[in-house]
């Protein structure tokens, strides 16, 4: 997952891998916004909450940047673990807006442009600005604000096919399978109680 880089509908996604400084380590649950929003990398989800959903391996450690390229939220974090097998990958993001209408407007753009199926939902405990889309065929991600605070949790469950892919291809939105949707659905709700 480390060697491609995921473009999840073109509006979210960061480019952090020259940015930042790089730290391995669990990070306190529960941070305020306000904490977040000075250091976002207390929002991820941390490596301790990752292992107990399965995603052992760090594919690639916290990085964090100050020019995010998003229009609106400078300031941002990501994190990205595999599971043993190397076989299915896990994205932790978040992105620190100016105001929570920035956020609710980058929301509205990824609902707009994001592939929707209506068997899959995100959990009512991220609240209502939350969506869920295909970003690639095998590829689902979530996205929530909380105040100007935007999380983001995507779910590769292809790693080996798209890791060392130079191309990219149109593949129909395919939904993700029960399996997925629970480690999604877990470990979106363990993130975001990392941001209260």
Known sequence: MSKHALRLAGVIALGLASAGASLLV??????????VASAPAK???????????????????????N???????????????ENSA???GLISEVLVCKTPAVA?????KEKKAGT??????????????????VAQASTYVMYWHQGRIIELLALDGNIAA????????????????A??????VKAAIEQNANVK
């Not at 020019?67 to 400078?74: A, E, F, L, Q």
């Not at 609710?104 to 509205?108: D, N």
């Not at 890791?163 to 399978?177: D, L, N, R």
């Open 86 to 88: 190397k076989k299915t």
């Open 179 to 184: 399996a997925q949707q629970a480690a999604l």
């Open 43 to 65: 929002g991820l989800l941390t490596a301790g909450q990752a292992k107990a959903l399965g995603f052992t391996k760090t594919a690639t450690k916290v990085q964090t940047s």
């Open 104 to 108: 609710t407007a980058l929301i509205g």
């Open 116 to 133: 929707a199926l209506a068997s899959v939902k995100p959990p009512k405990a991220l609240g209502t600005s939350a969506i869920e889309r």
């Open 67 to 81: 020019n995010t390229g998003v229009t609106g939220c400078s300031k941002g974090a990501q994190v990205a673990f």
């Open 162 to 177: 798209t890791s060392s892919s130079s191309t990219t291809t149109s593949v129909p939105a395919v939904p993700p399978t």
């Open 26 to 35: 669990s990070l306190p649950a529960g941070a305020s916004q306000s904490s």
